[in-house]
Each structure stands twice: as structure tokens, then as C-alpha cells.
């Protein structure tokens, strides 16, 4: 009988600021009217000064744990993913750890920026299936306002800050064709120069800002998540439109109509959240999940598809059965 991992419970933090675009245009040359109709985004979300990514995370955790009906004691791993971290070191994770009062059991960060949470969700399910971990929480934070050039309109406009989170449970038998059915990670690092920032700790020494060329990640996006995408109906013999929702990576709602119409998926079935959140990196997926999930769009039983690309490139796709 296989182990599969199961999606207890889910779990979001967002700030309490909104920052609109009409706000951004006060600050940079630019107006609502070029942001919307670039990227889709309305507005985003910016924590205080004081809020680390791991103060977010530990909210998105508790909101999960709570929905779960579960105790931090019941968690036996903590896998966060983030590009903001509070520190250089120790991760985040331990953070979240410490401050729900999870037991000693594993605890790290996983960084694969706007993908990370794929590959943290990766990453959980593979040791629930070797059997090493039985309930992990699979976290993405990230508080893109602090590698943010506020005077660089080509990317302030297009971030923002927040936290999701999902609990994963180890289940025996998967007769019901529930849990998370497959998940594909890539990374191509001769791609790294299209997004990255200018800095860092063994170089500058600081985090640097983020410097993305757009035009061309966008024409790289649109293929390589439908790639992703195709991977995993493959593997799983399915169709696009067996899949109830698609919960994609919300950077762009010009790339995400562009890989649905690329997959012939009706919006309808498309999760987007980009409109009020910008592009929160590794928050993004569980944030929109956790969204449609206590909307009740998203239920039980329903086949859900998610998907991501982020500097590296890094990309992927997983897909689970709620
Ligand atoms: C960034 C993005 C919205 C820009 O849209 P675009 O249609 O490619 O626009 P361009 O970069 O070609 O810029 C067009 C013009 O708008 C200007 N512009 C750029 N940012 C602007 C802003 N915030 N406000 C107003 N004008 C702006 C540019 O300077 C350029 O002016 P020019 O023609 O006089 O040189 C788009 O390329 C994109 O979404 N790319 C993918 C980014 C992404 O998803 N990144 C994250 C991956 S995880």
C-alpha cells in the first residue's frame, strides 16, 4: 500500500497596508492605466517596516494549523519557502518553529524564488512518501518590498508581500485517487541573468534590488509553465479539461491568460488573485489557493493543478486531488 501525501488543511496571511496603483504613481512615473493593463495587478499588499517574512509566516501557519484541528505538537517538519528570509541565517523555518512551539523534529528553508513553493511542496511530499516525515507544513513567505528599487518602475509596480500555507498528512492507500498525484521541478541557471538581484551576502554584502528583464521572461513563461503543465498530465494520463482548477504563480494576468488559452483552459477554471496581491513570490500559489479554498470554489474531491516559473529560471507544476 503507497503513502500519499494529503492536503489537511490550508492557510494565508496578508498586511494590513494596501498600496494602490494610484499610491505607485505618486512615487514613480507611471498611472493605474499602464499597470492594469500590463499586468493585471490593482493593488498589493505591504508589510510594516517591523514585519518579517517569518511574522507573516507564522500567521498563514497558525491559520492552517487552526482550520486543521491539529496541535503544532502533531507537526513533524517545517519547510519554508522564501527569498526574504528575516536573517542570512537561521532559516525561517526554525523561526516558525520556535515561535509555534513545534517539538525538535526537521526544519528548513528551500529558495527557488517565485517556483519555491512547488519545490517546497516537492520536497514535503517526497519525504512523507519515503516515510521519513507524517505531517508537514509547507509554507511560502516572501516580503518582496524589501528587494524592491522604489524608484525602478519597471519592477515596483509589480510586487507585493504576504504568506500561504498548506498542511500536508501522510495517508496509507490511495485508492480514492486523493493527495498530491505528481509534482515536476526544473531549473535552467543559463536563464539566471533574466531575473535576479544585484547583490547579496558573499558578494555586496547586502540583498541587492530585483532587475528583471520582463519582455523576455514573459515569452519564456508562457512555454515553459504550459511544458510544466503538460508534464504532469502526462504522468498522470489526463487532459487539460479534467482538471478543475488551475492555481497558477500570480505574477501577470496577461501570462496566466496566455498559458490557460496555451492549455485551452476557460478562465472560468483559473484561479487569479493578482489583482489585489501583485506577484508575492512563493506566496503566491498558496495564497490563491487558500483564497478559492475558503471561497469553497475549491472542494473536496476537485483535481487541482499548480504551476510556477521564478528567477533561476526555475519552474514547475503539481498537481493534487483535494
Ligand atoms: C514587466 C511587464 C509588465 C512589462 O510589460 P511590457 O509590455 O513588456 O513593457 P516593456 O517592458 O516593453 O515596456 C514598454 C514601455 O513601458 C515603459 N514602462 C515600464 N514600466 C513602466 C511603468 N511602471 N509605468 C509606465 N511605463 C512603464 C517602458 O519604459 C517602455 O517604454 P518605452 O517603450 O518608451 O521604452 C511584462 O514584460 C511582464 O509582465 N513580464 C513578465 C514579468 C514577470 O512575470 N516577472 C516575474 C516572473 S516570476
Known sequence: MSTRSHILSTGSYLPEKIMTNHDLSKIVDTS????????????????????????????????????????????????????????????????????????????????????GFIYALSVADNFIKVGQLKRVLVIGADKMSSLLDWSDRTTCVLFGDGAGAVILEARDGAED????????????????????????????????????????????????????????????????????????????????????????????????????????SAASIPLAFDGAVRDGKIKEGDLVLFEALGGGLTWGSALLRL
Not at 541565517?89 to 525538535?104: E, I, T, Y
Not at 498522470?236 to 498559458?259: C, F, G, K, M, Y
Open 32 to 115: 493605474d492605466e499602464w499597470i492594469f493593463q500590463r499586468s493585471g495587478i490593482k493593488s498589493r499588499r505591504i508589510a510594516a517596516d517591523d514585519q518579517s517574512t517569518s511574522d507573516m509566516a507564522i500567521k498563514a501557519a497558525e491559520a492552517a494549523i487552526e482550520r486543521a484541528g491539529i496541535q503544532p505538537s502533531d507537526i513533524d517538519g517545517i519547510i519554508v519557502a522564501t527569498t526574504t528570509p528575516d536573517q542570512t541565517f537561521p532559516s525561517v523555518a526554525v523561526r516558525v518553529q520556535a515561535a509555534l512551539g513545534v517539538p525538535v523534529g526537521i526544519a528548513f528553508d528551500v529558495q527557488a524564488v517565485c517556483s
Open 177 to 280: 485517487g486523493t493527495g498530491v498525484l505528481s509534482t515536476h521541478l526544473y531549473a535552467n541557471g543559463g536563464m539566471r541573468d533574466l531575473l535576479y538581484t544585484d547583490g547579496g551576502v558573499s558578494t555586496t554584502g547586502d540583498s541587492g534590488h530585483i532587475i528583471m528583464h520582463g519582455r523576455e521572461i514573459f515569452k519564456y513563461a508562457v512555454k515553459l509553465m504550459a511544458d510544466a503543465v503538460n508534464a504532469a498530465l502526462d504522468a498522470n494520463d489526463l487532459s487539460a479539461d479534467q482538471i478543475d482548477w488551475l492555481v497558477p504563480h500570480q505574477a501577470n494576468l496577461r501570462i496566466i491568460e496566455a498559458t490557460a488559452k496555451k492549455l485551452s483552459m476557460p478562465m472560468e477554471r483559473v484561479i487569479v488573485s493578482v489583482e489585489e496581491h501583485g506577484n508575492t
